[in-house]
């Protein structure tokens, strides 16, 4: 009745924003990631007889009201699937400092899912696996899977998950993610997916994204840097649009989000191999090729306002310990 | 066969941004502006048998190559009406400095259009003077009625011109342009016009324009500023929405236009009556309440990055001298 899975954090190349079904989180769009490895989750859940009530532990810090309640709905999915009442405690670690401006919900609910779901000796598939994963948080779906990525939207439950489409050795991409602000965010991705469709841009992004999901993956999948560049920051750019015209309005970049981002388009048109993607916050994700990677940190390090420097390299799915 | 006329700049609620004619600057969409005050071209026309070429000296610069021919084709036009073969010296001043990050297309081609008409006695309506206008640069349509303005993008020509929809004393709003860059332009808005087609949110953009220029005209009728402030923010977002995703992207905003964009918001939040809009460059137009104004600029000059604050309040029509 006790198990420990990991899982790593995910940056996605073509974005997930907006949601067709909020409550079963069903995207309103496909969407393509890269694993994060090194920046991951490792969470134990422990199911007992003991226990009056679920409890969670992230990172030393005891999660009550909305967080708790939270965790409480995603594992009455496994309990319902094992036919299975006991309450479990939760325990969680980032291996990256929780407010540091790496998302963790991704990587905390696919290692959530896959504890709970050995925990209970529920035998999911890793599709399954991913669409469980999905309930708790969209882009955790995509932390499921290793490698290169794609999440189908589907049609409902059952048909909305990830996988992978080439595994972490397939192209040594590096992000180095160029952390700007540790500040809490002041509206969520769950209640930003909401406003997605106040913008009037919603739509021509949603009309487009399945074909730039498509030459993504080709890109990827031909190691075409150049075409990926483009690809990765017009979609990222494409749904900061959506986010700065919706109402409210989302505006999550800071001044050195935009010195960063002309940095880096400076120095592709300079011939190194580098491009940006920015998820809800502040901070830039910075892919580049392995040769360029010095470089680029150099460059981003000089930057005013970027305050640490983080990297990554292409990870694997989720895993079970023990 | 001399004139002398001076034209205000002005600044957009509703942007102009991509054309459905090219060659005539007929433009994909309507739009509403504000003439800035104190912010004005000075042209003198002077029709010459002595001159065996056009001459144009704009702030004490002598004008060749392409600069030269767009005047001298906005000359043929007149020259065409008036049934006249001369050619002409054009000598221009900017109030403003040039260079100093404000655009003088607009005030020089309305202050050029009106000169070289009365200096060629053709008697031109206020209508078919815009239109004229126009032919130089789009924007200039603008600058030739009075006060707040609505062009109209018409189906040709003829119908393609601006008009006032109330004069400067209806509404004393103050705009405070934070200069943040003076830099040229690395495209200019005449290349970018043509680039707008390439974003996939231009059509998007162009569907919802209509409605948002018909609220802020009835916002700046009503002078209802809290609707003006969220209408011209959204519209000018949804612009660089645009920008940001054609191809090549443009990305005018640098960080301090950032920063200013946030601490106008906060601001506003705070019940401070001051709104943002951004043309096609860094500098940020921050529209006003006239109550709110020492507030603002003193919290303008705070931001890092901002050079100078330049004031404008509403402007008059283009007017002839002598």
Same sequence: chains 1, 2.
């Avoid at 994963?133 to 290169?148: D, E, I, K, N, T």
Wanted: contains cysteine; hydrophobic residues 45%.
């Amino acid at each position: 009745m006790q198990a420990t899975a990991c899982a790593h954090s995910n940056i996605a190349f073509i974005k997930y924003w907006g949601n067709r079904d909020h409550a079963l989180r069903l995207p309103a769009n496909s969407s393509f990631s890269m694993n994060l490895g090194g920046l991951f989750t490792r969470t134990t859940v422990r199911f007992s007889a003991a226990l009056s009530a679920d409890r969670a532990v992230v990172d030393g810090r005891v999660l009550e009201g909305a967080s708790l309640a939270r965790i409480t709905a995603h594992l009455d999915y496994a309990r319902r699937l094992a036919g299975c009442t006991l309450r479990a405690e939760v325990v969680s670690h980032n291996n990256f400092p929780t407010g540091a401006g790496i998302a963790s919900s991704a990587s905390a609910f696919a290692a959530l899912s896959l504890a709970a779901a050995a925990a209970l000796n529920l035998n999911l598939s890793e599709a399954e696996l991913s669409a469980y994963a999905r309930l708790g948080s969209g882009s955790a779906a995509r932390s499921v899977p290793g490698g290169f990525v794609i999440w189908h939207m589907g049609e409902d439950h059952r048909s909305s998950y990830a996988e992978s489409i080439a595994p972490p050795t397939h192209w040594q991409l590096i992000d180095l993610i160029a952390i700007i602000s540790t500040a809490h965010k002041a509206v969520g991705s769950t209640e930003g997916h909401r406003l997605a469709e106040s913008s009037p841009l919603q739509a021509a992004r949603l009309a487009t994204s399945a074909a730039r999901l498509e030459q993504c993956a080709r890109a990827v999948l031909e190691r075409d840097f150049e075409r990926l560049a483009r690809l990765v920051e017009l979609d990222s750019d494409i749904m900061h649009a959506v986010m700065q015209t919706s109402t409210p309005p989302l505006l999550y970049w800071l001044p050195p989000t935009v010195a960063v981002m002309h940095r880096v388009r400076q120095l592709r048109a300079e011939g190194v191999g580098v491009c940006y993607t920015i998820d809800a916050g502040a901070n830039v994700h910075c892919l580049c090729l392995p040769e360029a990677a010095e470089r680029v940190r150099a460059e981003l390090s000089a930057i005013e306002g970027v305050r640490e420097i983080r990297m990554a390299q292409p990870g694997g799915g989720a895993w079970l310990e023990s």
